[in-house]
């Protein structure tokens, strides 16, 4: 999981230079179609199955999963708002997971959540502070998109080891190529060498980032694996700084400071929890 992180925060970097150029819906459709042929090339690689047995859970997977997407690039492609602020606002999927482990999942999760929940959504209002009038908008599609993320993890959860990583990767990668053209279409605008590259880059770590994190949802608890999405915050500052300059203001650190705090009070209420995995 920390390995899809830092293949997800480059994923942002290049999402954001890509759409620099060309629309947003281009930079997503590159890391569905060349994520999906990461996928294929793997798991031929592997010798992986590529056959698919529980087709419900894989089609929410991939229709969630789809909605998170369309809202993160959305987000990520935006020069109105900073990437490590956006990638911040994106990143309140894992309150979601845990809140929805135990309906779902029959995953139970410790007391320490319900102070996680206040302290994630307390860091996201002072993110998006220094520009509300800017932000609110990205915060509320942000918002949005996080909830189906968690759908996605859910399903994805539930799915665990009895499919492939690779081949839930490539369904999932497929079916969102298909709706990511279908709406690059109208707005396409053939993206020049250099942007072309920052896409392939895109598509490569994003497919990269998929098989990493599906694997570690196969292995362990969701809402402890969901946790981890917050280094996101940290390796994207990290990667950001350098490319595009500038540095996070003082509301900016708090407000990030505040929701990875929220990751660690999730993760040490799951990690104090000893109940076998019953999947729902």
């Not at 708002?81 to 809140?99: E, K, Q």
């Not at 859910?154 to 665990?160: A, C, E, N, V, Y």
């Amino acid at each position: 999981m920390v390995l899809a992180q830092v293949l997800f925060s480059a994923m942002g970097v290049f999402t954001r230079l890509g759409a620099q150029n060309v629309p947003w819906q281009e930079a997503a459709l590159s890391r569905f179609g060349v994520g999906a042929l990461v996928a294929y090339v793997i798991a031929r690689t592997r010798g992986a199955p590529l056959g698919i047995t529980n087709k419900k859970l894989m089609w929410i997977r991939s229709i969630t999963g789809t909605l998170s997407a369309l809202c993160v690039f959305y987000v990520w492609a935006s020069p109105e708002i900073p990437l490590g602020d956006a990638v911040t606002l994106t990143s309140v999927g894992p309150v979601f997971v845990v809140l929805l482990s135990w309906p779902l999942l029959k995953e139970r999760v410790g007391r320490l959540v319900w102070g996680a929940v206040p302290i994630a959504f307390s860091g996201i209002v002072l993110v998006m502070k220094p520009s509300f009038h800017v932000a609110i908008s990205f915060a509320a599609i942000a918002v949005v998109g996080s909830f189906f993320y968690s759908l996605a993890m859910i399903s994805l959860r539930q799915i665990g080891p009895s499919e492939s990583g690779e081949a839930v990767v490539l369904y999932f990668s497929l079916f969102g190529t298909l709706v990511m053209l279908c709406i690059s279409i109208p707005v396409w605008e053939t993206p020049d060498p250099i942007t072309g590259v920052f896409l392939v880059l895109t598509g490569l770590s994003g497919g990269l980032a998929q098989v990493a994190m599906t694997r570690a949802y196969s292995l362990d608890r969701a809402a402890r694996i969901s946790a981890l999405n917050y280094l996101g915050i940290i390796f994207t500052n990290i990667f950001a700084i350098p490319v595009f300059g500038g540095f996070p203001g003082f509301w900016q650190i708090v407000g990030s400071a505040l929701v990875i705090l929220s990751g660690i009070f999730i993760t040490l209420s799951a990690q104090k929890e000893k109940i076998p995995l019953e999947i729902a």
